[in-house]
């Protein structure tokens, strides 16, 4: 089994519609990070979470909240899906280490129609 | 601002060597980082570098000049399966990670 999971993997919806992404680790790490891709662009960082209790905004956040529910499990919600949040998203988890290496989600494909 | 440059795309040869260049403007600067990117796949780790030199593990290698503000990645004796993205991220001042679009690298046989 993954160590970083994210359901669903794959997902299509309409304009309107309310999506939550989910994301659970084994890895035992504090910091979770929720990231978009999109063709041509770097990956852009959409909300960060260093431990329970603590939720960072990323550069990208706008139509976009989160929840950290358990040290374990991290999710994201489009509270309003709208077209241009078709991308690829991922989930990853880093150690306590500010230069730790980021460990990544499978990634949840994205369709808003 | 922040900028990460690398370019798009790069073919090589199954047996070769091949260097990826990443260019990188940050506030401040606490590492770069290459990641690995397979088509549809997670990224996953390669490198890290903060101080000048060139790291080498098996037959990726990575370089840092931080005063050019320069990295590369290096890869050698290319197999098919390197076929992939390569994801150049610098760490800005406030530890937030600056990343490239990527470059995507083709290996023919």
């Known amino acids: 089994d993954a160590d970083v999971t994210q359901t669903p993997r794959n997902r299509i919806t309409k304009t309107g519609k309310r999506i939550m992404l989910e994301c659970s680790q084994t890895?035992?790490?504090?910091?979770m990070y929720w990231y978009r891709q999109d063709p041509g662009l770097g990956l852009r960082l959409i909300y960060y979470?260093?431990?329970?209790?603590?939720?960072n905004k990323g550069e990208i956040s706008d139509g976009y909240s989160v929840s950290r529910q358990a040290q374990a499990k991290f999710s994201l919600s489009l509270e309003s899906a709208i077209p241009n949040q078709t991308a690829l998203y991922f989930c990853?988890?880093?150690?306590?280490?500010?230069?730790?290496?980021?460990?990544f989600g499978e990634g949840s494909r994205l369709t808003v129609l | 601002g922040q900028n990460i440059d690398q370019p798009t795309e790069m073919t090589a040869t199954e047996g070769a060597i091949v260097q990826i260049n990443c260019t990188y403007q940050?506030?401040?600067?606490?590492?770069l980082f290459w990641y690995q990117q397979h088509a549809g796949e997670a990224p996953t780790f390669l490198s890290y570098?903060?101080l000048d030199g060139l790291e080498e593990k098996g037959r990726f290698s990575s370089f840092l000049s931080r005063s050019k503000g320069y990295s590369y990645l290096l890869l050698k004796e290319l197999q098919m399966k390197d076929s992939a993205s390569y994801l150049c991220?610098?760490?800005?001042?406030?530890?937030?990670?600056?990343w490239g679009a990527g470059t995507k690298l083709i290996i023919k046989p």
């Open positions: 990853a988890t880093s150690d306590y280490s500010d230069t730790g290496e980021l460990f």
């Open positions: 890895k035992g790490h504090d910091r």
């Open positions: 979470s260093f431990d329970v209790k603590d939720i």
């Open positions: 940050t506030s401040g600067f606490n590492g």
């Open positions: 570098n903060v």
């Open positions: 991220a610098a760490l800005d001042s406030n530890y937030q990670l600056i």
